[in-house]
């Protein structure tokens, strides 16, 4: 197979974007881009140090005050056209995706509307966060709240699924009436510079919206800015406890949206072929490298033999390969890195007799080889006790356990230092409710999952982070109540 040419010219040029300048020196230096599916240079970009995220937070708090001051409904209207513009760029958009990344173009072309479908919603909400009337007594008076923006927001994003994890929070936070300070990582510095853009272009004010891209030293200097007035992280629990650290010093609130180790319960008496193409889907979509992947499969006695063998039948039939071709289900993996790391994850596992190898554990080579390319692998009979069950591996790497009681299934369930999401199959009407209420996880899904919708909260409990985006909640984690009592 000879990989398909890398479209660059849908890559923007790379930049800092801070206030209406686009700056391509910096004091961080450069990084080399990498396309996953080759291992080789794309282009260089600038990343940026501790003095380009002092004028970042400069800027966004200069445009604070006016952005604070626009109306509801002027804020609503740029959201909505920023949400059009979105749509309008979206071949563009899905293929950056696919080159930053290396998500498979067959799902990448889906992503601009999810970012846009964000947006559209939060903006509805931008005239109508208007606070309440509190009655009070003895003393005659009037007592309201208004809500109100934090200020600057420093917002940090993955290199996972990079359009919609922007949008998820640059939606509620500008609605609400918040400047951003947008730091992707090096790995994916493509589409915040690329949202940041078209934010301008929509007639968002210079300063509302910034990308910083940069690496450790730059993310310390933002989180433990005293111009940074909340902050928004989603990444691993380690990185998440230091920028807690970090923002202590200033008192700065947090919200964190952090990893998970999400099981599949799988009851006997489930829809056995839907739940194991609802396991494939999670694992392969963008190799398994989600927050909600659903790796650790608890499978009741009775079933387990047939869903092990339906998974495995139909692992081998995944295509894995360019992610630039619509026939391919599963890309490669982000790094060469992270390629080790997975590998060594489950070469420990079966070294040390935590489990059975059933398929994969090897990285593939061939055609394949220059790229950072792992097939779907399936370990069975696993200690659950193992660092691979207990630790997110973010790979496409299941885990396959047996259970035999209801009681069982959901004391595994919750049995790790996670609590992101979960996933119920059964066809027990009163079992589903059951279950759902004693799962540990911010999300529950049943006999199904649509995806994070704009209009649900999401976020985790445990190691998996606290605070949620999408929904009403979301909205609130992006502004305070202020009491005012008046003298009648």
Known sequence: MTMTSVPLQVLPEPALLIGAQRRTDSSGGEYDHVYAATGRRTVTVPVGGP????????????????????????????????????????????????????????????????????LTYCAGWADKDAGEVVRTWPAPALDYTLDEPYGVVAVIVPWNAPLPSIAQVLAPALAAGNTVVLKPPPLAPFTALAVAELALDAGIPPGVVNAVATG?????????????????????????????????????????????????????????????????????????????????VLVQAAAYDEVLATLTKRLRHVSVGDPLLDATLMGPVISEEACRRILGVVERTVTAGEARLVTGGERLGGELGEGYFLPPTVLADIDHGSDLVQQEVFGPVLSLHRFDTEQDGLRLANATRYGLAAYVHTTDLRRAHRVAAGLVAGTVWVNGFPGVGPAVPFGGTRHSGFGRVGGRAGMREFSRPKNVWVSL
């Open 51 to 118: 003095s380009e995220i002092d004028e970042a937070v400069r800027a966004a708090a200069a445009a604070a005050p006016g952005w604070r001051a626009t109306a509801p409904d002027r804020r609503r209207d740029l959201l909505l056209e920023l949400a059009r513009r979105i749509v309008d760029h979206a071949e563009r958009l899905g293929m950056l995706q696919t080159v930053e990344t290396a998500v498979p173009r067959r799902f990448a072309t889906r992503l601009p509307q999810v970012a846009a479908d964000f």
């Open 216 to 296: 450790p030293e730059g993310g310390a200097a933002l989180v433990g800015h005293a111009g940074v007035d909340k902050i928004h992280f989603t990444g691993s629990a380690a990185t998440g406890q230091r920028v807690l650290g970090a923002a202590a010093a200033n008192l700065t609130p947090v919200c964190l949206e952090l990893g998970g180790k999400s099981a599949h319960v799988i009851f006997a008496d489930a829809d056995l072929r839907m739940a194991a193409r609802q396991v494939l889907a999670g694992l392969v979509v963008n190799s398994g490298q989600m927050c909600v992947s659903g790796t650790r």
